[in-house]
């Protein structure tokens, strides 16, 4: 297939080449954790910083982020990784030539352009408050859940960033107040993160009013807030319409990788040009070098199926999200994906571990589970907040069937894993039934992300869908990714090289199924039921 082109008619002219290296550095602002990952020339990380921040919950379905403490986790990552690779001999300091930006998706944060302040706690992608609004538009609109899907590829859902806003402006009066007078501002947490390291300047002085900074999103954030159009990657004015929501709190949409902006005075990386910005699924799928038919899962504190289409726009009929694969400069042409999102994956892990407090770690569950054989005709559905694809239930929540007496801690372990592979499975299911029915046979899936660093679960994986499970040598691909997008706009290094990949499968990890056809058809339908079980359990009138 031939590669996306990205001119580059006047290279980013480093200020200064260090004869000890170029470098280029990601921030990787995730649901749990802040990284800063600094990659030289050959793409191998000489330096890292990691930090977990605040989950806050205020009520059941709710989930809060602080975004100042979200830019601090930046600052303070920044500052430690460029001193942990600077302590090991690499000139950072003059060698570092872009950054790239990925991000938790949908996030929305709402902030004051004069002071700079957030008016609200982000609203964080798994939260459900929404629901009530959600089910107001449903009603309301022909076509319900299905309105807007044809301009935006997505359902009306909890998930996305428009219904978030929509809640910050009935229910949050400095919002609503902010947005009469013009003083708001809207972003998920790449534009709140890239406006402050462009100049919003209480990342200098926290006591005095902002200066604005760049207020800006790219076109992967943005196709997820329902608000721009999939087809002409611009605001879409018919759905601002409908939903009330005024064009001039948006921030301008940029492509994946181009020069976005400078890093201002006062950070850490202080004149760096920003070169690059996907969502994390985005950049994941890039890090991946997903192209045109092939597909990658993500598996993190939910899990993401996104199978890259081409030039292709699919409208799902089969409850997946259509959305962009990446667009690698501004005038390069848009590839697509479809999307298969799963909110709960290892936060069920975190579950065993936080809430049952039978593991103390998360690769614990590897031992833990490998203690049986097979979960004991356990299932357990962790539709926690409800379900996404391919069910979109909000009002499903969690259960677990099939318990006997004989069940133990160790099928419970099992059953949890199993979950988030079945759940998986259901995704690419329907990316064959949306694609004419194909099976997976012949079919190979790319795996990424915290909790695929687990063997076992990799292997569930491989057998329940019946297709091999790739898993490369570096599983943060979605620092990989945002890092691949912004050194390609500076010049580090070339689409050939960054879709080249022998050197990569040489260090990749395959998992193929040994479970038998029938075996395998007879979980499914167990699991299928205990879906079905989970459906309707929630009181959404509360
Ligand atoms: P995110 O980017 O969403 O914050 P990560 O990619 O950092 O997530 O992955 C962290 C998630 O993966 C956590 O929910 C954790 O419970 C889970 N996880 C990490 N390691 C393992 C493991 N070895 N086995 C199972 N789950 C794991």
Same mark, same amino acid.
Not at 80 to 94: F, L, R
Not at 264 to 286: E, F, R, S, Y
């Given at each position: 297939?031939?590669?996306?082109?990205?001119?580059?008619?006047?290279?980013?002219?480093?200020?200064?080449?260090?004869?000890?290296?170029?470098?280029?550095?990601?921030?990787?602002?995730?649901?749990?954790?802040?990284?800063?990952?600094?990659? #030289?020339?050959?793409? =191998? @990380?000489?330096? /890292?910083?990691?930090?977990? %921040?605040?989950? !806050?919950?205020?009520?059941?379905? $709710?989930?809060?982020?602080?975004?100042?403490?979200?830019?601090?986790?930046?600052?303070?990552?920044?500052?430690?990784?460029?001193?942990?690779?600077?302590?090991?001999?690499?000139?950072?300091?003059?060698?570092?030539?872009?950054?790239?930006?990925?991000?938790?998706?949908?996030?929305?944060?709402?902030?004051?352009?004069?002071?700079?302040?957030?008016?609200?706690?982000?609203?964080?992608?798994?939260?459900?408050?929404?629901?009530?609004?959600?089910?107001?538009?449903?009603?309301?609109?022909?076509?319900?859940?299905?309105?807007?899907?044809?301009?935006?590829?997505?359902?009306?859902?909890?998930?996305?960033?428009?219904?978030?806003?929509?809640?910050?402006?009935?229910?949050? #009066?400095?919002?609503? =107040? @902010?947005?009469? /007078?013009?003083?708001?501002? %809207?972003?998920? !947490?790449?534009?709140?993160?890239? $406006?402050?390291?462009?100049?919003?300047?209480?990342?200098?002085?926290?006591?005095?009013?902002?200066?604005?900074?760049?207020?800006?999103?790219?076109?992967?954030?943005?196709?997820?807030?329902?608000?721009?159009?999939?087809?002409?990657?611009?605001?879409?004015?018919?759905?601002?319409?409908?939903?009330?929501?005024?064009?001039?709190?948006?921030?301008?949409?940029?492509?994946?990788?181009?020069?976005?902006?400078?890093?201002?005075?006062?950070?850490?990386?202080?004149?760096?040009?920003?070169?690059?910005?996907?969502?994390?699924?985005?950049?994941?799928?890039?890090?991946?070098?997903?192209?045109?038919?092939?597909?990658?899962?993500?598996?993190?504190?939910?899990?993401?199926?996104?199978?890259?289409?081409?030039?292709?726009?699919?409208?799902?009929?089969?409850?997946?999200?259509?959305?962009?694969?990446?667009?690698?400069?501004?005038?390069?042409?848009?590839?697509?994906?479809?999307?298969?999102?799963?909110?709960?994956?290892?936060?069920?892990?975190?579950?065993?571990?936080?809430?049952?407090?039978?593991?103390?770690?998360?690769?614990?569950?590897?031992?833990?589970?490998?203690?049986?054989?097979?979960?004991?005709?356990?299932?357990?559905?962790?539709?926690?907040?409800?379900?996404?694809?391919?069910?979109?239930?909000?009002?499903?929540?969690?259960?677990?069937?099939?318990?006997?007496?004989?069940?133990?801690?160790?099928?419970?372990?099992?059953?949890?894993?199993?979950?988030?592979?079945?759940?998986?499975?259901?995704?690419?299911?329907?990316?064959?039934?949306?694609?004419?029915?194909?099976?997976?046979?012949?079919?190979?899936?790319?795996?990424?992300?915290?909790?695929?660093?687990?063997?076992?679960?990799?292997?569930?994986?491989?057998?329940?869908?019946?297709?091999?499970?790739?898993?490369?040598?570096?599983?943060?691909?979605?620092?990989?990714?945002?890092?691949?997008?912004?050194?390609?706009?500076?010049?580090?290094?070339?689409?050939?090289?960054?879709?080249?990949?022998?050197?990569?499968?040489?260090?990749?990890?395959?998992?193929?199924?040994?479970?038998?056809?029938?075996?395998?058809?007879?979980?499914?339908?167990?699991?299928?039921?205990?879906?079905?079980?989970?459906?309707?359990?929630?009181?959404?009138?509360?």
């Amino acid at each position: 297939m031939t590669l996306t082109t990205f001119p580059r008619k006047k290279p980013f002219k480093p200020r200064k080449m260090s004869k000890k290296g170029t470098f280029v550095g990601s921030i990787d602002q995730g649901t749990t954790s802040t990284r800063f990952i600094i990659y #030289d020339q050959s793409f =191998k @990380a000489i330096g /890292s910083h990691q930090t977990e %921040f605040t989950q !806050i919950f205020p009520q059941a379905g $709710w989930i809060e982020h602080n975004a100042m403490e979200i830019m601090e986790t930046v600052r303070v990552c920044m500052a430690k990784a460029i001193d942990k690779a600077t302590a090991d001999g690499h000139d950072v300091d003059n060698g570092l030539l872009a950054i790239g930006v990925t991000n938790q998706r949908e996030t929305t944060v709402v902030w004051s352009k004069s002071t700079g302040r957030p008016l609200h706690n982000a609203i964080v992608w798994m939260d459900v408050r929404t629901s009530a609004i959600c089910r107001r538009l449903e009603e309301q609109l022909p076509g319900g859940k299905q309105h807007f899907q044809d301009a935006c590829g997505l359902p009306i859902s909890t998930y996305f960033s428009a219904m978030k806003f929509l809640w910050l402006l009935e229910n949050v #009066d400095a919002v609503k =107040k @902010a947005v009469e /007078s013009g003083d708001a501002l %809207f972003g998920t !947490i790449d534009s709140w993160l890239i $406006w402050n390291l462009t100049g919003g300047c209480h990342s200098v002085d926290p006591t005095q009013n902002a200066v604005s900074g760049l207020h800006v999103t790219d076109v992967s954030n943005a196709s997820r807030t329902m608000l721009m159009n999939i087809k002409t990657l611009e605001w879409d004015k018919p759905t601002l319409e409908t939903l009330g929501i005024p064009i001039e709190i948006l921030p301008k949409i940029v492509s994946n990788s181009e020069i976005i902006g400078t890093v201002a005075k006062g950070w850490p990386t202080a004149n760096v040009p920003i070169a690059g910005c996907l969502g994390d699924q985005h950049a994941a799928m890039l890090g991946q070098a997903c192209r045109k038919g092939e597909a990658k899962s993500t598996y993190g504190t939910g899990a993401f199926i996104l199978l890259n289409t081409g030039d292709e726009v699919i409208i799902s009929k089969h409850g997946l999200l259509g959305t962009i694969a990446y667009k690698l400069g501004p005038n390069a042409p848009t590839n697509y994906a479809l999307e298969g999102s799963i909110a709960i994956a290892g936060a069920a892990v975190q579950w065993l571990r936080d809430s049952l407090g039978i593991i103390k770690t998360a690769p614990e569950t590897e031992d833990l589970a490998k203690q049986v054989d097979n979960s004991g005709g356990v299932y357990f559905v962790p539709a926690f907040n409800g379900l996404f694809a391919p069910w979109w239930k909000d009002d499903a929540r969690g259960a677990m069937v099939g318990i006997t007496r004989f069940t133990n801690k160790s099928h419970i372990a099992r059953a949890v894993l199993e979950s988030i592979c079945f759940q998986a499975n259901d995704v690419l299911d329907s990316m064959h039934k949306e694609k004419g029915g194909a099976t997976n046979e012949g079919f190979l899936l790319r795996v990424d992300g915290g909790a695929s660093a687990n063997n076992l679960l990799m292997q569930i994986q491989a057998d329940l869908m019946g297709c091999p499970v790739v898993r490369p040598a570096d599983i943060e691909t979605t620092a990989i990714g945002a890092a691949y997008a912004a050194g390609l706009a500076v010049g580090v290094w070339t689409e050939d090289e960054i879709f080249s990949t022998e050197q990569r499968q040489a260090k990749e990890t395959t998992f193929r199924p040994i479970l038998k056809e029938e075996q395998r058809k007879k979980k499914l339908e167990s699991w299928y039921k205990a879906v079905t079980r989970s459906f309707d359990l929630a009181d959404l009138s509360l």
